[in-house]
């Protein structure tokens, strides 16, 4: 009888580790997951509207394990933002994303179907709703590709043309710019041959005062014309 009573207490004692033990290590498991849960992204390199406008598109990953959230899927989200150019991602141990961002260089405007677009020299285009940008920059018209327009202005600035000067931007169907620039002048491009066309505009422009011309032509091959009324 005395051997069967130490049995049970054995028994129980047993019972009551193995029971304390289970209980500390689900708790133990317990807070080292919280511990390891994404609480904060942290972002620079915007302005506070971009950095909500970032943060609610990524708030779907908090409460996430950081160790195995994967920075693809954060880059998939981002890459949402066009006006973004540079992203990079470091996690911080054991609750903490920094994102660091860096925009795109903003070259024009542009209409489509009635609202105003940002163009970026990575090029993507941004809804002007998304982002807060002050500086004056040239509209641009036409049903253009973005690549195209920016080809055109590394063509412009290769000729010492100053894109600072230039106001607006007319695409036409056959594959041809018309500039306009601050002061009203016009110059129509050519289709093709455009830097030689480029290169007789800028001898001109440096030699005669042009300040009566109106729109400088430059259309026909080898030919500059010049009018002193808008059409």
Same mark, same amino acid.
């Given at each position: 009888?005395?051997? &069967? ?13 193995? %029971?304390?033990?289970? &209980? ?6 317990? &807070?080292?997951?919280? +511990?390891?849960? #994404? ?7 915007? /302005? ?16 996430? !394990? ?10 998939e989200r981002l890459n949402k933002f066009n006006f973004l150019e540079n992203i990079i991602v470091k996690k911080i141990f054991p609750s ?9 260089? %903003? ?14 020299? !990575?090029?993507k285009i941004t809804n002007s709703k998304q982002i807060i940008y002050k500086k004056n920059l040239p509209m641009v018209f036409g049903k ?10 590394? +063509? #412009? ?16 169907? /056959? !594959? ?15 289709s093709n041959n455009l830097e030689r066309s480029l290169k007789i505009y800028t001898k001109f422009i440096n030699k005669k005062n042009s300040?009566?011309?109106?729109? +400088?032509?430059?259309?026909?091959? /080898? ?9």
């Amino acid at each position: 009888m005395h051997l &069967s009573i130490n049995k049970k207490k054995i028994y129980f004692y047993i019972f009551i580790f193995f %029971f304390l033990s289970t &209980s500390f290590n689900l708790n133990l498991l317990k &807070s080292f997951k919280e +511990i390891i849960t #994404l609480n904060n992204i942290n972002i620079k390199g915007l /302005n506070k509207s971009e950095e909500l406008l970032v943060k609610e598109e990524l708030k779907v990953l908090l409460k996430n !394990n950081i160790f195995f959230l994967q920075k693809d899927l954060i880059l998939e989200r981002l890459n949402k933002f066009n006006f973004l150019e540079n992203i990079i991602v470091k996690k911080i141990f054991p609750s903490e994303i920094n994102i660091n961002l860096k925009k795109t260089k %903003f070259v024009a405007l542009t209409l489509i179907d009635g609202e105003k677009y940002y163009i970026g020299k !990575n090029g993507k285009i941004t809804n002007s709703k998304q982002i807060i940008y002050k500086k004056n920059l040239p509209m641009v018209f036409g049903k253009f590709k973005i690549n195209e327009f920016l080809q055109l202005q590394e +063509i #412009l600035k290769k000729q010492k043309i100053n894109l600072d000067e230039i106001e607006k931007y007319f695409f036409f169907r /056959n !594959n041809r710019w018309d500039l306009q620039k601050n002061d009203g002048l016009i110059i129509m491009l050519p289709s093709n041959n455009l830097e030689r066309s480029l290169k007789i505009y800028t001898k001109f422009i440096n030699k005669k005062n042009s300040n009566l011309i109106k729109i +400088i032509d430059l259309r026909i091959a /080898n030919q500059i014309i010049l009018t002193n009324e808008k059409k």
